[in-house]
């Protein structure tokens, strides 16, 4: 079980928009900044956004972070079959300190 | 260009101990935390614990606790994640990762097998 939730799934057809919602508590994403990460198939995860809603450098700006409470999403726009992955949220969490993941979403681009 | 890079697969068996390590390159490792992450098979992401190569202060998620031991050698900086006596659910893909809460570069994971 993990700290914080992910929908198992999304889908979309190619060039489509999806959204991955990732929800937690007042003692991880409440009041610590929240990151996602890309694994693509049989490779090691790869920083998407960082601190919410930033991109780090070569990252399209089709990928975007929001925060709003204890909730964060992942949008992701004009969907392209390479962007099939498992998608994860991650943020500190200040009671065990140490980080939390969400149990990832898989993409699957129709 | 900062790259980590870890030890090759293993296969061991129940009762082994067990030392895979992470190698840091583009940075100075002395100056940024290191951490472990485990993936079991078929399963999402698990953080471990970490350890500051600068004076080796080191944290645990408190279910590894005592299960595993974190440490670095700045002198060739080099983090390990080690076990004193494997277990089959300890069968896992380990990546190190750097970062204390927002994980910037990982490694390419190092595939543990304990199968008697």
């Known amino acids: 079980q993990s700290v914080l939730t992910q929908p198992p799934s999304v889908s979309a057809a190619p060039g489509q928009k999806v959204t991955i919602s990732c929800s937690g508590s007042s003692s991880n994403i409440g009041n610590n900044y929240v990151s996602w990460y890309q694994q693509l198939p049989g490779t090691a995860p790869k920083l998407l956004i960082y601190?919410?809603?930033k991109r780090p450098s070569g990252i399209p700006d089709r990928f975007s972070g929001s925060k709003s409470g204890t909730s964060a999403a992942l949008g992701i726009t004009g969907l392209q079959t390479g962007d099939e992955a498992d998608y994860y949220c991650?943020?500190?969490?200040?009671?065990?300190?140490?980080?939390?993941f969400g149990g990832g979403t898989k993409l699957t681009v129709l | 260009e900062v790259q980590l890079v870890q030890s090759g697969a293993e296969v061991k068996k129940p009762g082994e101990s067990l030392k895979i390590s992470c190698k840091g390159s583009g940075y100075s490792f002395t100056n940024y935390w290191i951490g472990w992450v485990r993936q079991m098979p078929g399963k999402g992401l698990e953080w471990m614990g970490i350890?500051?190569?600068?004076?080796?202060?080191?944290r645990y998620r408190p279910s590894f606790q005592g299960q595993v031991t974190i440490s670095a050698d700045k002198s060739i900086s080099t983090a390990y994640l080690q076990w004193s006596s494997l277990k089959a659910s300890d069968t896992a893909m380990y990546y190190c990762?750097?970062?204390?809460?927002?994980?910037?570069?990982w490694g390419q994971g190092t595939l543990v097998t304990v199968s008697s």
């Open positions: 991650g943020t500190w969490d200040s009671s065990l300190s140490g980080v939390v």
């Open positions: 990762a750097r970062g204390y809460g927002l994980i910037e570069y």
């Open positions: 601190n919410n809603d």
């Open positions: 350890i500051y190569p600068g004076d080796s202060d080191t």
